[in-house]
């Protein structure tokens, strides 16, 4: 195991910021820290890189107690929000200048060559003697990215590094980023609150609320298996269910429409046909007429199906599909 945080809790004066947190992360895994505004994943980060001490407990790093190791000895590259260049130098000049300050047993054309090498692998070759307001804002996070990585790193920590993008630029990002990742085969933990984000790019899922770690696990399995509401409702839609002193909860891609229905189908109301792309999604009320439920249907079926609104409709809830939770738990 290449990084081992355990029982970390960091106070700040009477704000608990992490409470209790352990998480393992492996050589090459690519780690994402998913949870709400204010849930402590910058803190954890930042522990994590040394920037902030924890009140207690304990990280290792490669077997070593690192708890208390100097930040400049951790050997980590960090990509932040804010792009954080300096405007005042060129593109490589930006990545030499990281070189300068921590690789000082580097030759100048030594720092060039790799400065070079790294523009290339973001594709910023071409831009090397632009100024950072030059460049667009994806540009910019990429150089960030570059500066990082040219250090090469034993681990790189990047804190919402693509919130400031715009939906398309960001979309592209995260698949260089998750290459780069790959082909460099750097261990990497990045903070987002953005659960597609980190569905799509993360090796492993650190759900974290309320400065407790929720549940870790591979994208599938947070998706299919959440341990508890939060996590539900936090990656993607879950709807949830009391049913006979139970709270049950299916996903909405799920449910299925049934022409005839038997005893365990549930009757609806339709509320609302919402078209989101590929699918769509259905709001119909529970026949208590106050629980919504959603199901998503792909769009290319719709029309077959003859819905309207404040139509009734019959629908089956696999067993299979259902998560069990202690009643009132949702
Ligand atoms: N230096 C600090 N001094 C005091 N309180 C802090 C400090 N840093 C963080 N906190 C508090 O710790 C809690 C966790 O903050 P943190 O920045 O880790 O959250 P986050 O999950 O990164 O949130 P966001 O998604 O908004 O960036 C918050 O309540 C915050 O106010
Ligand atoms: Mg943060």
Redesign the pocket.
């Known amino acids: 195991m290449f990084l081992q945080i355990k029982d970390i809790t960091k106070k700040?004066?009477k704000?608990t910021?992490l409470n209790n947190v352990s998480a393992e992360i492996e050589k090459g895994e690519f780690v994402c820290i998913l949870?709400?505004?204010?849930?402590?994943?910058?803190?954890?980060l930042r522990t994590i890189a040394g920037l902030e001490l924890p009140t207690s407990g304990q990280i290792f790093i490669d077997g070593k107690d690192s708890t208390y190791l100097h930040p400049a000895k951790r050997n980590f590259g960090i990509v932040f929000q804010s792009y954080a260049l300096f405007p005042n130098m060129t593109i490589v000049g930006n990545i030499m200048f990281g070189l300068q300050q921590k690789k000082k047993s580097m030759t100048k054309q030594e720092m060039e060559n790799k400065a070079l090498d790294v523009l290339r692998m973001v594709d910023l070759y071409d831009h090397r003697n632009k100024y950072p307001r030059q460049l667009s804002g994806g540009m910019q996070q990429r150089t960030a990215l570059a500066r990082a990585i040219a250090l090469s790193p034993a681990f790189l920590l990047l804190d919402?590094p693509l919130s400031a993008l715009d939906a398309k630029v960001r979309h592209k990002l995260r698949t260089e980023i998750r290459s780069i990742q790959q082909s460099l085969k750097i261990t990497a933990i990045m903070?987002t609150?953005d659960q597609e984000e980190a569905l799509t790019m993360a090796d492993k899922i650190i759900v974290?609320n309320n400065?407790v770690v929720e549940q870790i696990g591979a994208p599938r399995e947070v998706y299919d298996k959440p341990v508890n509401p939060f996590v539900a409702n936090f990656i993607g839609t879950m709807n949830f269910l009391q049913r006979s002193g139970q709270t049950r909860a299916i996903r909405p891609e799920q449910i299925e429409i049934v022409d005839h229905r038997d005893e365990h189908d549930v009757t609806v109301r339709i509320k609302h046909i919402e078209f989101k792309g590929v699918l769509t999604r259905i709001h119909a009320f529970l026949p208590n007429q106050t629980t919504m439920i959603y199901l998503d249907v792909p769009s290319e079926q719709i029309d077959d199906l003859q819905l309207n609104e404040n139509g009734m409709l019959f629908l089956r809830l696999p067993q299979e599909h259902l998560i069990d939770y202690p009643q009132g738990a949702a």
């Open positions: 700040f004066g704000q910021a949870g709400p505004s204010g849930c402590g994943k910058t803190t954890l919402e903070v609150h974290m400065s």
